[in-house]
């Protein structure tokens, strides 16, 4: 297996345009998570997905945020519109329930 | 929402130093993991503890959860220049929440 793959890998956007980040889980994974990385904030849940139903969006920041999921193979992660704030590093994970989370190598966004 | 505070925030170390970090919740886990993010990698498993004052050691690597299952350590004994990067633990609560919550790191530098 491939391993969970995101893109792109890098993105670089302006401030108020839409951004959509990518998602494959691993095969076999029924839970996905989304993550985001800052210095200040450390690794944030933004969304946890089991069986292709968001179970916790509490991190989330705000409206301007949605992700979906819409079959086992696939998820999106989408801002609109994006601010310069948004720029982070935004993970991707995957696992079977309660077992150990598998990570892609990240998208590292850039709102300017 | 919960939360898992992860102490100390940095650690720096001449080589062959040991090194510790801690991990404390207020509310009973289900299971804790660790994971370890070298500098612009993404967060790999370590491991998993999921039984009261269980302790796991992998090679200079000792994990300790506690008897009460709120709190959780990782220790390094003698540590190398392979260990840099940021060490996180990540709390499971259990029930039909299957999410993962990471500490905020503890970033270890060591010094040769």
């Known amino acids: 297996d491939a391993g969970v793959i995101q893109s792109p890998r890098h993105e670089v956007t302006e401030m108020g345009q839409e951004v959509t980040l990518r998602c494959k889980p691993i095969s076999g994974h029924n839970s996905l998570f989304w993550y985001r990385q800052t210095m200040m904030r450390g690794l944030e849940l933004l969304i946890y997905?089991?069986?292709?139903?968001?179970?916790?969006d509490s991190g989330m920041p705000e409206d301007r945020f949605s992700a979906k999921m819409p079959n086992a193979s696939f998820s999106t992660l989408k801002i609109q519109p994006s601010e310069p704030r948004d720029s982070a590093v935004y993970f991707c994970?995957?696992?079977?329930?309660?077992?150990?989370?598998?990570f892609g190598q990240g998208t590292r966004l850039t709102v300017v | 929402g919960q939360q898992v505070m992860q102490i100390p925030q940095y650690q720096h170390v001449q080589e062959g130093e040991d090194f510790t970090t801690y991990c404390n919740s207020s509310?009973?886990?289900?299971?804790i993991q660790w994971y370890k993010q070298r500098p612009g990698g993404h967060p790999v498993f370590l491991i998993q503890?999921?039984?009261?004052?269980e302790v796991k050691k992998q090679k200079r690597l000792t994990f300790q959860f506690g008897e009460a299952k709120k709190n959780s350590s990782l220790h390094i004994t003698a540590t190398q220049t392979t260990d840099v990067g940021t060490y996180f633990c990540a709390a499971n609560y259990g029930g039909s929440q299957g999410n993962l919550i990471f500490g905020k790191g503890t970033k270890l530098s060591v010094k040769p």
């Open positions: 994970a995957s696992s079977r329930t309660v077992l150990e989370a598998f």
């Open positions: 503890l999921v039984k009261s004052g």
């Open positions: 997905f089991n069986n292709n139903v968001p179970i916790d």
């Open positions: 509310t009973t886990l289900s299971n």
